[in-house]
């Protein structure tokens, strides 16, 4: 398997709109590109392609993973989740969340593989979220103060 140099965008994006719309959530276990100890111990691990990401679960500042295990079942773009021992994929949707027994029982973070189709399709994942009120204040910031016209007396 081809390790790639970065992440996909919708990878990208999880984190991104994430810190967004709760900037102050932890980021602990946030992941995009796996480490070399990780690619010995994950060879196949989507996270090796750019199509995965961990996201730090952390209720206290909007962002519960277990919310958000269920929601993104309904998001195109995810492959599967993990998350506290458990793993859903599209591909076996019909036997609902299964057991995950892979080494690392994902207590602190949600892994959310993403379907190579959907890669650069970096549409809100945090769509049920109305918070227009964080969304435009983020906005704002990143706005210039408009410059004041020199008077033309
Ligand atoms: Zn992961």
Redesign the pocket.
């Known amino acids: 398997m081809k390790i790639v140099r970065s992440a996909r965008p919708a990878a990208i994006a999880v984190l991104r709109q994430a810190t967004a719309l709760f900037p102050k959530r932890n980021k602990l276990s946030d992941?995009l590109l796996p480490s070399a100890a990780h690619i010995k111990q994950s060879p196949n691990?989507d996270?090796n392609t750019g199509l995965?990401v961990?996201l730090t679960h952390d209720p206290q500042n909007g962002i519960d993973c277990a919310e958000l295990f269920e929601k993104f079942k309904e998001d195109k773009r995810v492959n599967y989740l993990i998350f506290q021992g458990k793993i859903w994929s599209k591909a076996y949707r019909t036997q609902g969340n299964r057991k995950y027994s892979g080494n690392n029982p994902h207590n602190k973070h949600l892994?959310i593989s993403i379907l190579a189709a959907h890669a650069n399709d970096t549409s809100p994942w945090f769509h049920w979220l109305d918070k227009p009120k964080t969304l435009s204040k983020v906005r704002a910031r990143l706005q210039r103060k408009p410059k004041k016209k020199p008077s033309t007396n």
Do not use: Q, R
């Open positions: 992941g691990s996270h995965a961990d892994h």
